[in-house]
T-cell receptor, first 118, second 111 residues
Framework: GAVVSQHPSRVICKSGTSVKIECRSLDFQATTMFWYRQFPKQSLMLMAT?????????EQGVEKDKFLINHASLTLSTLTVTSAHPEDSSFYIC??????????????FGPGTRLTVT | QKEVEQNSGPLSVPEGAIASLNCTYS??????FFWYRQYSGKSPELIMFIYSNGDKEDGRFTAQLNKASQYVSLLIRDSQPSDSATYLCAVPPSGYSTLTFGKGTMLLVSP
């Protein structure tokens, strides 16, 4: 159980275009999903927390108009990188947290999407 | 700023030995603690979580928690080369559903 899928696994796009990444919880419902970014040899950086049916909460320094998040259902969240630039090239990873009692906050990660902007 | 500290390593152990990975955290209100394993180029995988003081065992893995000392550790018995990875300690700040991750400890198990 607790499987999270992410699509696509790898994408190359041209500078100035937009890219959409999907994150799905396959065998559980997730009120909350999270989007992270990881640059080579660096730790995970939380970009935003996505709550089903409400606006995402962005971490300081993350542009909400550039990284659009939609959490339309309890099993699907999408991240759209708009007007991508080469500095947006990174490993984007989503995670999902099963609906549990407060204090039980384990997250299960998708396999990640490697974005390369040329 | 709530912090989670880990030694970056690498921690090198021979095959069959016990690997001990340590983590300290700053938020005394944190109630749950998670260990993730991340292979190079892959996403993190949850391997253990612990909520109560003491030890929790799962196969070759044992998590140890000492809330008074704000310290959580992960022991890997009979280490295998396939255990070579970066191990991330993660702690939710009290009152939040997010996780604060440490920078991770790289473990290298030599045959």
């Amino acid at each position: 159980g607790a499987v999270v899928s992410q699509h696509p696994s790898r994408v190359i796009c041209k500078s100035g275009t937009s890219v959409k990444i999907e994150c799905r919880s396959l065998d559980f419902q997730a009120t909350t999903m999270f989007w992270y970014r990881q640059f080579p040899k660096q730790s995970l950086m939380l970009m935003a927390t996505s709550n089903e049916g409400s606006k995402a909460t962005y971490e300081q320094g993350v542009e909400k108009d550039k990284f659009l998040i939609n959490h339309a259902s309890l099993t699907l969240s999408t991240l759209t990188v708009t007007s991508a630039h080469p500095e947006d090239s990174s490993f984007y990873i989503c995670s999902a947290s099963p609906n549990r009692d407060a204090g039980f906050y384990e997250q299960y990660f998708g396999p990640g999407t490697r974005l390369t902007v040329t | 700023q709530k912090e989670v500290e880990q030694n970056s390593g690498p921690l090198s152990v021979p095959e069959g030995a016990i690997a001990s990975l340590n983590c300290t955290y700053s938020d005394r209100g944190s109630q749950s603690f998670f260990w993730y394993r991340q292979y190079s180029g892959k996403s993190p995988e949850l391997i253990m979580f612990i909520y109560s003081n003491g030890d929790k065992e799962d196969g070759r893995f044992t998590a140890q928690l000492n809330k008074a000392s704000q310290y959580v550790s992960l022991l890997i018995r009979d280490s295998q080369p396939s255990d070579s990875a970066t191990y991330l300690c993660a702690v939710p700040p009290s009152g939040y559903s997010t996780l604060t991750f440490g920078k991770g400890t790289m473990l290298l198990v030599s045959p």
